[in-house]
Nanobody, 127 residues
Framework: QVRLVESGGGLVQAGGSLRLSCAAS????????VSWFRQAPGREREFVAG????????YYGESVVGRFTISRDNAKKTVYLQMNSLKPEDTAVYYC????????????????????WGQGTLVTVSS
């Protein structure tokens, strides 16, 4: 079974950048669609970005289009989220999730029942 570990979170000023990583273990990672979600205190979990198993067809939530870029390196079993032009409203715990039986589009509409989740990494953007 695939396991996920996020890293790269931290404190950054508004307008700055961070790159999050989602490192996977397991031999079948290349079969999994992977998405990033985030959850701020008192708010519902929000889809951020997703990428298909092959690395094509990235998909983004409306609030991050043009600022965030998702990519993956299946040889390194890692998915990345490059976050630029960060805003205070991007402050949240960021989670990656993966599932071999769904599409990124489906993940963007519902995060329920996804097969595996990481533990999350905190991103704080100061104004």
């Amino acid at each position: 079974q695939v396991r996920l570990v996020e890293s790269g979170g931290g404190l950054v000023q508004a307008g700055g950048s961070l790159r999050l990583s989602c490192a996977a273990s397991g031999r079948t990672f290349s079969n999994y669609a992977v998405s990033w979600f985030r959850q701020a205190p008192g708010r519902e979990r929000e889809f951020v970005a997703g990428i298909s198993p092959s690395g094509g067809t990235p998909y983004y939530g409306e609030s991050v289009v043009g600022r965030f870029t998702i990519s993956r390196d299946n040889a390194k079993k890692t998915v990345y989220l490059q976050m630029n032009s960060l805003k205070p409203e991007d402050t949240a715990v960021y989670y990656c999730a993966a599932d071999p039986f769904t599409t990124v589009q489906a993940m963007s509409m519902s995060s329920r029942d996804l097969e595996v989740w990481g533990q999350g990494t905190l991103v704080t953007v100061s104004s």
